[in-house]
């Protein structure tokens, strides 16, 4: 079920954020809260191709048995998350805003009887995530 919109501007051009979405060498350093909620080992955290036009990446959580999220890009700027936990969906395109500047939104669903306190604390993690990643023009 549509949860909400999240729209937003970038201090980067569309191309690099689009390469940054599934880089996670940096993610141990920089992205303390999701290095601590998924392993991103670099033998655990895959990155792989999984059609023409789409790569992939899957993270398990630290926690046994909470499952794994998974991070899909689709040529040339969709971006799709499936957190672990309860069904959850977020995509949206990035897209140029000019040399130096990228526009995009994520549209968030989840299911009907999803807990209120859980989806909001996902929300939280994830619009940190994209404020460390992009930076103050987030």
Known sequence: MFHSRDEFELAANWKIACENYLECYHCAVAHKGFSAAYDVDPD???L???AEHV???FAHTREEGEGQAQFHFVWPNLRINVFAGPPNLS????LPAGPERSTGFLDYFFAPDADRGWRDELLAFDRHGRRLRYGAGY
């Open 55 to 57: 790569l992939s990446q």
């Open 48 to 50: 792989e191709p999984i």
């Open 91 to 94: 995509l949206g395109p990035l």
């Open 44 to 46: 655990e955290h895959r």
